[in-house]
């Protein structure tokens, strides 16, 4: 593994507001080519992608059911012990598991890929985003643009270390002191219908309503508990709910900052702006394989427990893995130190001789439109049951599929919500999810079909003739 520090193209001490979203920043980093990008992928043959996109309930209820398992045990022994010193061995594992490892837990709900039904993982997401403090909606945008424009100064409202970094706040925020006040001002804030400009920038119009009831019902919870520690007498209503963060933020923090802590800034290849690391089996479990990010930002569809697969398949066109959390942070704390000084530093990731920039191949029709204009595409066999597949013709790209029934379909080959080709994505039922951001098109018109997608695709003719695909741009 090669790292070393290189200046980048900022001044010595760039203005902190180069990373707010607002519409001047915005405007710039469209400019420059950077706002809702192309990014790189690695190549992965599509017979091996199509298992590793296969999501099942089974790995991801045992993980659930374990993880819960521990939080209630850990709470029972805290109530069992309140009022003794013995309590805290296990209510520090408590908020470690409440406050810490439900951040992977928040994420994997959202990105709607860790159960095969949908409604799991909505809910895993929700009572997640309950338990790190987070507005399920209000996020749900936020990591979408983050996937976008992953670590792009003045787009990315995700960036958890701007230059200089802020050595103290990085501090407290392994104990959530300035999450508190920061979450909670924004709960009185939603609850009262309004929102501030930065959210207003990643969140569609029509989403507000939803941020203002879920605002509403957190803070009708945390008035509960209040209550109920006012009638019980005793503080261990808050200390289960509501101030676990305090004492475990500590893991979300230990975690969470090696994804792109003190890597390049402004890249469109998540090989140089996100590290992957290997680890134990306590770590990942506590982490869902997040420890895998490279691969996470690349193929966000992948469910966490196929990552170590993906991994195997890609490990050879990416930076060579961290081989432990430790060697992270052994790269991460002198890099953040040397920022302060130096803000333009950043780590810059060797990429192995073997590795490519080459665009993924598309296939593009040998002959020329037929006199209605149909073009011959491929056999039928080459695009089996819940397939896509990627056609170019005259600078257009189009997505051709076959549903779980056999029946083809076709449209733009680009997602209307970010630049992404939907060929990568999965074909569930009779829709298409998008392989960047999870939102989902109906096939059969065209239309949304799951958020954040908010505008139609354009659908084409498509149809067999003679153990032929054909397909006619219209």
């Not at 520090?92 to 990105?111: N, P, T």
């Not at 039904?117 to 399920?136: C, G, H, K, P, Q």
């Not at 909606?137 to 990591?143: G, K």
């Not at 098109?441 to 354009?458: I, M």
Request: overall charge neutral; aromatic content about 10%.
């Amino acid at each position: 593994m090669s790292a070393t520090s290189k200046p980048t193209d900022q001044v010595a001490f760039p203005d902190p507001s180069v990373y707010l979203l607002n519409r001047q920043n915005s405007r710039k980093a469209m400019e420059a080519g950077l706002a809702e990008a192309e990014w790189y992928q690695s190549p992965v043959p599509r017979a091996k992608m199509r298992k590793l996109l296969v999501r099942r309930n089974g790995p991801a209820l045992r993980d659930a059911f374990i993880w819960f398992g521990l939080i209630f045990a850990s709470a029972a022994a805290t109530i069992s012990l309140w009022g003794t010193w013995w309590v805290i061995a296990p209510y520090l594992i408590y908020a470690a598991l409440f406050a810490g490892s439900a951040d992977a837990r928040w994420h994997e709900g959202l990105h709607g890929t860790a159960f095969k039904t949908d409604w799991l993982n909505i809910a895993l997401y929700e009572i997640a985003s309950f338990m790190v403090l987070r507005e399920s909606t209000v996020w749900r945008w936020s990591h979408t643009r983050h996937h976008s424009d992953t670590i792009i100064v003045g787009r990315d409202p995700e960036i958890a270390v701007p230059r200089p970094p802020d050595i103290t706040g990085m501090l407290l925020g392994c104990f959530a002191i300035k999450r508190y006040p920061k979450y909670f001002g924004n709960l009185l804030h939603h609850a009262r219908g309004q929102l501030a400009e930065r959210e207003r920038e990643f969140i569609p119009e029509d989403e507000f309503p939803k941020i203002f009831r879920t605002a509403r019902v957190h803070l009708a919870v945390y008035l509960l508990v209040m209550a109920a520690a006012l009638i019980s007498g005793s503080f261990l209503p808050l200390f289960l709910i509501g101030l676990p963060n305090i004492f475990g933020t500590w893991l979300m923090s230990l975690y969470g900052l090696t994804q792109h802590t003190g890597l390049a800034e402004n890249v469109l290849d998540h090989r140089l702006n996100s590290r992957t690391f290997l680890t134990n089996i306590v770590n990942r479990f506590l982490y869902l394989n997040m420890n895998y990010h490279v691969e996470h930002h690349m193929f966000p569809l992948v469910p966490y427990y196929n990552l170590p697969a993906l991994h195997e398949i890609v490990k050879d066109d990416c930076p060579a893995p961290y081989p432990s959390l430790w060697a992270c942070w052994k790269e991460i704390i002198p890099t953040v130190a040397r920022q302060t000084e130096e803000p333009g530093y950043h780590i810059q990731r060797s990429l192995p001789p073997t590795a490519g920039r080459e665009k993924k191949p598309a296939i593009k029709p040998s002959c020329p439109a037929d006199a209605e204009g149909w073009l011959e595409i491929c056999p039928s066999a080459a695009l089996e049951d819940s397939e896509v597949i990627r056609v170019n013709h005259h600078d257009q790209t189009y997505a051709i599929y076959r549903d779980g029934e056999g029946q083809l379909y076709a449209t733009d080959g680009i997602c209307t919500h970010g630049k992404t080709h939907l060929a990568d994505g999965l074909v569930i039922e009779k829709m298409i999810e998008c392989p960047k951001h999870n939102g989902r098109f109906n096939l059969a018109d065209g239309s949304p079909a799951r958020r954040p997608v908010c505008k139609a695709l354009q659908t084409h003719r498509v149809r067999e003739v003679s153990g032929r695909i054909q397909f006619h741009p219209s």
